[in-house]
């Protein structure tokens, strides 16, 4: 599980959604299966984090023949992960303004990001 997807949501609410993002489905008794098999959770705890994610809209759900909710994800990861990141960079400069956008520069240009050159040069591009 990513440290960026538990900065988003609770740690039991990211990975119910890592599951269900690579299942593509769930019910709360399979999540809860996954689950289980790295530590004991209640079945109640499941049933109420799936609930949380779907009144959230990150899930939806469809009742299946025998009542029980089958859950489904709204969006892919990557569109959960571009609608978070908009939400966040879109808060930073409307609250630091030119500042955040000299520090985001800043940090595109360290070694630690050297690798992304796509991103610079779109930087660039725009900054232009």
Known sequence: MTNQLKMSLGEL????MEIIWKQKEGTVRSILGQIQKKKK?????????????????LLRRRADA?????????????EFFA????D????MLKNYGDVAVARFVD???SDEFKQSEEWRKK??????
């Open 41 to 57: 959770i209640a079945y109640t705890t499941i049933m109420t984090i799936m609930s949380r994610l779907y009144e959230k809209s």
């Open 83 to 86: 609608r978070v990141s908009g």
């Open 66 to 78: 025998s009542g029980a909710y089958r859950y489904f994800p709204r969006q892919t990861k990557e």
């Open 88 to 91: 966040l960079i879109t808060k």
């Open 107 to 109: 940090i595109l240009n």
């Open 123 to 128: 930087i660039h591009k725009i900054v232009e």
């Open 13 to 16: 609410e990211a990975e119910v």
